[in-house]
C-alpha cells in the first residue's frame, strides 16, 4: 500500500499539469478536475491512514533526484503517523476547500486557472510533509510558497495584490535560506540530507553541540519565514489580498503550519539543543502577543482572522518549542486549528459573499438574521477558537498553556503568563469581530458599497455552507477526540516522541484550566460590553485613538521597520550601484578608450600631407638612427 | 569521422550554402531550421557514443598543422564539453525559429546572411569547446568573436556599432593576453621535453610541475581571458552593451553559449594546467564571485531596460558559477557545470520571452509596459516560467545546480557561501519585480500596439486591448515549449546530466588536488 | 687616386640631392634630386666593390640602376596626371593625403 504512496502527490499534480496545459479550454470542467484529483487524494489518504494504522515508518524512495558524487538525493517519501497526520489535513480541508471555491469563485472567468494553482498548492504541500528528506521537504516548501505567491496576486491588476505576493514571496526567500542553510551544515557533518541519515549521524555524535544549535536557529528562521512569526510576520496579514478560500486553505489551515511541521519534524535536533528550544519558544510567545494587539486593532474582518492566525501559530510554536513530549500539543493544536480556522475564513468569504465583497466590519452588522447558516458555523468556530469549553481549543490550547507553565523556573511564569494573557485576548477580538459582525443595527442599510450597488446580504449557495458546515463539525468534536485518553499523542508517540505531562507547574495544575476559563470570559463579555448591539459603531474609522491602538494598527511598526532597513535602502543602493557601475566602473573602461583615442587625435596632426616634411622626417629618422647605430658600435 | 567532426562540418558547410542564398529569406530560413534541427538530432548519437566511465577524452581526432611547433588540429569531447556542445545544438534551431518573431531584420538585410553567420557562430563554438589543442583553440577563440561582431553591428539595436566594438576590443585583448600565456607554457614543454607542443594533453602533465610563481603568471594570462569572457566583476561592462544591443538570437547565443566558453576555460585549462596557481589564487576569485553575485542582482534590479536586466541577472549566475568551481568541491563543481547548461536554458528563455514582450509593445523600457498578463496570459506564465528558473525554484533546472554550488562551497568555503546565498533573495527580489512591472497592475495603454492613450494611462482591459496585442500564436509556443519542458523536467530528473559530467569533474578536481 | 675621393664625392652628391629634394617645390627637381640620391650611392657602391675587390657591389649598381629607370617610368607618369588634373608641378599644392 506504501509502495504506491507516490499516487497521494500524483494526483494533484497532474491534475494541475492537465489544467493549466489545457487552459481555457478547461472552462468547462477544470473546477471538477481539480476537486476530483483531491478527493481521489483524500480518500486514497483514509486508506492508507487505515492500512497502516499508524504505527509504521516507511521510506519510499522513487528514483535518484539529484546524484553528485557523495551527495545522493533521493526523491522518497516518508510514511510516518506525522506526516499522514498532516496529509489527512491537507487533503480533507483542502477537498472542502475545493468545493466551497467551486461556488465562491463562481463568477472568476479565470476559475479553471485557480483550481490549477489550488491543486499546485495542495501537490506541493504533499511533497513538503511526506518527502524523506530536508531537500524534498524544501521542494515543497518553495512550491508552496509559489503557489501561495500565484493566488495571493490573483486578482494581479490590483496593484496591492501584486505587491503583497511579491512581499510574501521575498519574506519567505530570507526564511528559506536559513532553511538551506542549516541544509548545508547537516550535510557537511553528516553528508547526507535525508532524515534518517541526518537524524542517525547526530544521535552518533557527528554534529558538535555548535552546530545543531545553529541548525536549529536556521530552521526557526525557515519556520518563521513560512508560518508568519516574528519578525518575519509581516507579510501574512497583507497575504489577505488573496480570494478567500486561499485565505483559508494556504493561509490558515495549512501552508503557513509548514513551519510547525518543520520543528516537530526535525524534533530529533531541537531536543537535543535546549538553547535553540527557547528561542523557539520565545519567537512563539512574542509571536502569540503581537498577533492578538494587532488584531484587536483592525476593521478588515480578514485581517483579524490573520493576525488570529499569527497568534494561533505562536501557540504551536510555543508548545513545539517546549520540548521532547510536547511537540505533540502543537501538533494537535494545529490540527484543531486547522478546522475551526478554515471555517472562520469560509464564513468570512462567505459574508463577503454576501456583502459585494466587503471586508470592513463597520460597515457590517445585524448578519445573524440575513446568514443563518454562516452565523452558525462561524460562531462554532469562533467558540471553537477562543476556547469554549469541550469544544476543540478548550483541549488543545488549554494543553499548551499547562505545558507552558510546567517549565522551570522563570520560563514557566513567562510562556505561561503569555500563553494565559493571550487567551484572554483572542477572546476579546474575536468577540469584537462577532459583535460587529453579526449582532447590533446592520449599518450597511444607509451605505452603497464602493462600486455604488446597495448591500443585499444573504446567505450563500450549499456547495459553500456544507463545507463550512463540516468544519465546524470537526471545530466542535476534533479537540475531544483528540485528547480524551491521549489519543492523538500515542499516534504521534512513534515520530515525535512520547508525550509526558509537565512536572514543575508553578500553580496548580488544575487551577489553569479555570483561570484561562475566567481570562477568557473576561475578554469576551469586555467586547460583548463595548460593542454591545445598543452602541453606535461609526462607519468611517475614528481616528482620534490612543497610541496604542495607533500602533497596532500600524502592525506595531513592523512594516515601517521592513520599509526603512531594507526596502528604502534596497532601492537607494540599487540605484547608486547602476550609477557606480555606468560612470565608474565602465567609465574607466571607456575613459581609457576616449584616452587613446584623443592621444591618437593628437599624433595624427602630425600627418600633415606635405611631402617635404615627410621627407625630413625620414632623414632625420635616417640620421638617428645611424647616430644610434654608430654609438652602438664605438661604445 | 566521429560524430564529433559531423557536428562541426555540418553547420559550417550549411552557413555556407545559406551565404548563397541572400535573395530569397523563405528558403534561407528552411535551409537553417533544416540544418539546425539536423545538427541537434546528431546529438544524440554523439551523447549516445559517449561513455562517462571511459577515457577522459572521447572521439578524439588529429592531423597536423603546422608541424614545426607541434600544432595539430585536434578535437575530442569530455562530459562538460559534451553538454555544452549540447546546449549549443539545441539553441539554435530556436534562435533560428525565432526569427521574425523576437525581432525583425533591418531593412535591405537578408536573411541568409544573419543565418549564415548564426550557422558559422555555431561550427565555431562547437569548435571551441571541442579543441584539444591549446593553439587551435587560442585560434578559434579568437575567431569566434568575427561572426559575433558582424552580428552585433550589422543587425543589432540603435547603439549597436558602439556595442560591437567594446565586445570585440574586451575579448580580442583578453585572447591575446591568452596567447602570451599559451606560448609561455610551450616554451615551458619544450624545455622539458625537448620539443615543443601545444597538445592539451601533453601540456597539462608538463606544466603542473612548473613553480608556483611561473604558474601564477601564466594563469593569469588564461584566467583573464576567461574572467572577460565569463564575465566575471569587474570585467563585465562589455556584456549589458552587448546584450542589450544585441537581435534577440544573438543576445540568446552570446549569454547563453559564448560566456560559458569562459567558465569552460577555468575547468579545462586554468585548474588542471596551473593547479597550484589556481589553489593560491582562489581566494582571489571567490571574491571577484561573490562580488558578482551580489553586485549583479543589485544592478539587474536597479535596470531599467529589459535586455540589460537580463545581462547583470547573468552576471549575478556567473558569479554563482565561478564560486562553485574555485570552491574545489565536488559537489560545488558539478553543480557549477550543471549551472553553465541550465543557466543557457533559463537565460535563453529568459531573452526569447523578453524578445516576444519587445515584440509587442515596441520598447524594451520596463516602465512602458503593465498589466500585460491580462491581456497576454500565456506570455506572462512563460515570462512567469523563465524568471523561477532565474531565480532557482525547486523544481526548476537552476534549482539542482545552484543548489549543488552552494552545498558543495560550503563545505570548502562556508563564509563566502553565506554571503552568496543572499543572492538567493535578491534573484527573488529582482524576477519578481520584473515580473510585476511588465504583467502585473493596471493595464498600461501605451506600450500596447493600436491601442490609444497617453504615455502613463492606465487603461481597462475592455477597451480594446484585448484586440490590440495578441497572445502568444503556434510558433512562438513552438519555440517555447522545448526549454520549457527541459526546464521542468531537468528540475526533476537531472540525473542523465548529472551522470555525463560527474567523472570529468572528478577528473579536473583530481586534477587540481594532486598537485604537488 | 685614392678611392676617397670618390666617396667623398658621393657624400657631396648625395647631400645636395637630399636638400634639394627638402628644398625645391617642383616636383620635377624633386624627382631629379632623388635620382642624384640614388646615383651617389650607386657611385659609394662601386667604390666599395673596387676597394673590397669583390663584385657585390657592382652588381648591386644595376639593380639600383633598373629600380630607378622602373622608378622614373611610374613617377614621371603620376607627376604628369597630377599636372594635368592640377595644372602645377608643386609638391606642396598635392596634400589631401593628410589626417
Known sequence: ?635 | ?516 | MTPSYYLLLSALLFSIGAVGVLVRRNAIVVFMCVELMLNAVNLSLVTFARINGGLDGQVMAFFVMVVAAAEVVVGLAIIMSIFRTRRSASVDDTNLLKY
Open chain 2, 1 to 516: 569521422m566521429t560524430w564529433l567532426l559531423a557536428l562541426i562540418l555540418l553547420p559550417l558547410v550549411g552557413s555556407l550554402v545559406l551565404a548563397f542564398l541572400k535573395g530569397n529569406d523563405r528558403a534561407a530560413i528552411a535551409t537553417a531550421l533544416v540544418v539546425s534541427i539536423v545538427e541537434f538530432l546528431l546529438i544524440i548519437p554523439f551523447w549516445a557514443s559517449y561513455s562517462p566511465s571511459g577515457a577522459r577524452i572521447q572521439q578524439a581526432t588529429s592531423m597536423d598543422w603546422i608541424p614545426t611547433f607541434g600544432i595539430h588540429i585536434s578535437f575530442g569531447t569530455d562530459g562538460i564539453s559534451l553538454i555544452m556542445i549540447a546546449v549549443i545544438a539545441l539553441l539554435v534551431p530556436i534562435v533560428v525559429g525565432a526569427l521574425g518573431l523576437t525581432d525583425k531584420l533591418p531593412a535591405g538585410r537578408s536573411a541568409g546572411g544573419f543565418l549564415s553567420l548564426i550557422l558559422l557562430q555555431e561550427a565555431i563554438t562547437i569548435g571551441v569547446f571541442a579543441a584539444t589543442d591549446v593553439f587551435l583553440f587560442y585560434v578559434l577563440f579568437e575567431i569566434m568573436l568575427i561572426p559575433m561582431y558582424f552580428l552585433i553591428g550589422g543587425y543589432g539595436g540603435a547603439n549597436r556599432q558602439y556595442a560591437a566594438v567594446k565586445f570585440f576590443l574586451y575579448s580580442f585583448l583578453g585572447g591575446l593576453i591568452m596567447l602570451a600565456s599559451a606560448i609561455g607554457a610551450y616554451s615551458l614543454a619544450s624545455d622539458k621535453l625537448g620539443h615543443g607542443t601545444f597538445d592539451w594533453a601533453t601540456l597539462v602533465t608538463v606544466v603542473r610541475d612548473a613553480p608556483t610563481g611561473t604558474q601564477i603568471w601564466l594563469f593569469l594570462g588564461f584566467f583573464l581571458a576567461f574572467a572577460i569572457k565569463a564575465p566575471l566583476v569587474p570585467f563585465h561592462t562589455w556584456l549589458p552593451d552587448a546584450a542589450g544591443q544585441a537581435p534577440i538570437g544573438v543576445a540568446v547565443l552570446l549569454v547563453g553559449v559564448l560566456d560559458k566558453v569562459g567558465t569552460f576555460g577555468f575547468l579545462r585549462y586554468c585548474l588542471p594546467m596551473f593547479p597550484e596557481a589556481s589553489k593560491a589564487l582562489a581566494p582571489l576569485v571567490l571574491v571577484l564571485s561573490v562580488i558578482g553575485v551580489i553586485y549583479g542582482s543589485i544592478l539587474a534590479a536597479g535596470q531599467s531596460d529589459m535586455k540589460r536586466f537580463i545581462a547583470y541577472v547573468s552576471i549575478a549566475h556567473f558569479g554563482f558559477i565561478s564560486l562553485g568551481i574555485f570552491a574545489f568541491n565536488e559537489q560545488a563543481m558539478i553543480g557549477s557545470v550543471s549551472y553553465m547548461l541550465n543557466h543557457s536554458l533559463s537565460t535563453g528563455m529568459l531573452i526569447v520571452v523578453v524578445g516576444l514582450i519587445v515584440m509587442r509593445g515596441g520598447s524594451t523600457r520596463i516602465s512602458d509596459y503593465g498589466g500585460m498578463a491580462k491581456v497576454t496570459p500565456l506570455l506572462g506564465g512563460m515570462l512567469l516560467i523563465a524568471g523561477l528558473s532565474a531565480l532557482s525554484l525547486p523544481g526548476t533546472n537552476s534549482f539542482v545546480s545552484e543548489f549543488l554550488v552552494l552545498i558543495g562551497s560550503f563545505v570548502t568555503q562556508p563564509v563566502y557561501t553565506i554571503i552568496a546565498t543572499v543572492g538567493m533573495v535578491l534573484a527573488a527580489a529582482y524576477v519578481l519585480w520584473l515580473y510585476q512591472r511588465i504583467m502585473q497592475g493596471p493595464v498600461r495603454g501605451d506600450a500596447l500596439i493600436g491601442v490609444g492613450g497617453g504615455p502613463g494611462t492606465a487603461i481597462a482591459p475592455e477597451l480594446g486591448a484585448k484586440k490590440a496585442i495578441k497572445d502568444l500564436g503556434g510558433r512562438e509556443i513552438a519555440i517555447l515549449a522545448p526549454m520549457v519542458i527541459l526546464i521542468i523536467g531537468l528540475g526533476f530528473y537531472p540525473k542523465p546530466v548529472l551522470d555525463t559530467i560527474t567523472p570529468s569533474v572528478q577528473a579536473t578536481l583530481s586534477a587540481v588536488q594532486g598537485g604537488k
Open chain 1, 1 to 635: 500500500m506504501t509502495a504506491s504512496s507516490w499516487l497521494l502527490v500524483a494526483l494533484p499534480a497532474l491534475g494541475a499539469l492537465i489544467l493549466l496545459l489545457a487552459g481555457k479550454r478547461a472552462k468547462a470542467w477544470g473546477h471538477l478536475l481539480g476537486t476530483a484529483t483531491v478527493v481521489l487524494a483524500f480518500v486514497y489518504a483514509v486508506i492508507l491512514f487505515f492500512s497502516t494504522a499508524g504505527n509504521a515508518t516507511e521510506n519510499v524512495n522513487l528514483y535518484s533526484w539529484i546524484p553528485a558524487g557523495q551527495l545522493q538525493v533521493d526523491f522518497g517519501l516518508r510514511i510516518d503517523a506525522l506526516s499522514l497526520t498532516f496529509v489527512l489535513l491537507i487533503t480533507g480541508v483542502g477537498m472542502l476547500i475545493h468545493f466551497y471555491s467551486i461556488g465562491y469563485m463562481a463568477d472568476d472567468e479565470g476559475r479553471y486557472r485557480f483550481f490549477a494553482y489550488l491543486n499546485l498548492f495542495v501537490a506541493s504541500m504533499l511533497i513538503l510533509v511526506l518527502g524523506n528528506s530536508f531537500v524534498t521537504l524544501y521542494l515543497g516548501w518553495e512550491g508552496v510558497g509559489l503557489a501561495s505567491y500565484l493566488l495571493i496576486g490573483w486578482y494581479q491588476n490590483r496593484p496591492s495584490a501584486a505587491t503583497a505576493a511579491k512581499k510574501a514571496f521575498l519574506m519567505n526567500r530570507v526564511g528559506d535560506v536559513g532553511l538551506a542553510l542549516a541544509i548545508f551544515l547537516m550535510f557537511k557533518y553528516t553528508g547526507s540530507t535525508g532524515y534518517t541519515q541526518v537524524f542517525d549521524g547526530l544521535t552518533n555524535g557527528q554534529i558538535p553541540p555548535a552546530a545543531i544549535t545553529a541548525i536549529a536557529i536556521l530552521l526557526l528562521l525557515g519556520a518563521c519565514g513560512k508560518s508568519g512569526q516574528f519578525p518575519l510576520q509581516a507579510w501574512l496579514p497583507d497575504a489577505m489580498e488573496g480570494p478567500t478560500p486561499v485565505s483559508a486553505l494556504i493561509h490558515a489551515a495549512t501552508m503557513v503550519t509548514a513551519g510547525v511541521y518543520l520543528v516537530a519534524r526535525s524534533n530529533v535536533i531541537f531536543s537535543a539543543t535546549p538553547d535553540g528550544r527557547l528561542v523557539v519558544t520565545l519567537v512563539g510567545a512574542v509571536t502569540l502577543l503581537i498577533g492578538c494587539i494587532v488584531g484587536c486593532a483592525y476593521d478588515d474582518i480578514k485581517k483579524v482572522l490573520a493576525y488570529s492566525t499569527v497568534s494561533q501559530i505562536g501557540y504551536m510554536m510555543l508548545a513545539v518549542g517546549l520540548g521532547p513530549g510536547i511537540y505533540a500539543l502543537g501538533i494537535m493544536h494545529l490540527v484543531a486549528h486547522g478546522f475551526f480556522k478554515a471555517g472562520l475564513f469560509l464564513g468570512a468569504g462567505s459574508v463577503m459573499h454576501g456583502m459585494n465583497d466587503e471586508v470592513d466590519m463597520r460597515k457590517f452588522g445585524g448578519l445573524a438574521k440575513k446568514m443563518p447558516i454562516t452565523f452558525v458555523t462561524f460562531g462554532l468556530g469562533y467558540l471553537a477558537l477562543i476556547g469554549f469549553p469541550f469544544l476543540a481549543g478548550y483541549y488543545t490550547k488549554d494543553a499548551i498553556i499547562e505545558a507552558a507553565f510546567g517549565q522551570e523556573g522563570w520560563r514557566g511564569w513567562v510562556f505561561g503568563l503569555a500563553g494565559i494573557i493571550g487567551a484572554g485576548l483572542t477572546a476579546f477580538y474575536m468577540t469584537r469581530l462577532m459583535m460587529m459582525t453579526f449582532f447590533g443595527k446592520s449599518r450597511w442599510k444607509e451605505i452603497k458599497s464602493s462600486d455604488g450597488r446597495d448591500f443585499h446580504p444573504h446567505e450563500s449557495k450549499p456547495i459553500m455552507w456544507i463545507p463550512m458546515a463540516i468544519l465546524a463539525i470537526g471545530s466542535v468534536g476534533s479537540g475531544a477526540f483528540f485528547a480524551i485518553g491521549d489519543r492523538f499523542e500515542n499516534w504521534l508517540a512513534p515520530t515525535v516522541g512520547a508525550y509526558h505531562e509537565a512536572e514543575h507547574a508553578p500553580i496548580s495544575a488544575a487551577a489553569i484550566p479555570w483561570l484561562t476559563l475566567a481570562l477568557a470570559l473576561i475578554g469576551a463579555l469586555l467586547a460583548v460590553w463595548i460593542f454591545r448591539p445598543g452602541r453606535d459603531i461609526p462607519v468611517e474609522r475614528p481616528q482620534r485613538v490612543s497610541w496604542v491602538v495607533r500602533a497596532a494598527r500600524n502592525d506595531l511598526y513592523g512594516n515601517a521597520l521592513n520599509e526603512t532597513l531594507v526596502a528604502r535602502p534596497g532601492t537607494w543602493l540599487a540605484r547608486a550601484l547602476v550609477y557606480v557601475d555606468n560612470r565608474g566602473v565602465d567609465g574607466a573602461v571607456n575613459g581609457l578608450a576616449a584616452a587613446l583615442g584623443g592621444g591618437s587625435g593628437r599624433l595624427r596632426r602630425l600627418q600633415t600631407g606635405f611631402v617635404r616634411s615627410y621627407a625630413l622626417s625620414m632623414l632625420g629618422g635616417t640620421f638617428l638612427l645611424l647616430a644610434a647605430l654608430l654609438l652602438v658600435r664605438f661604445s
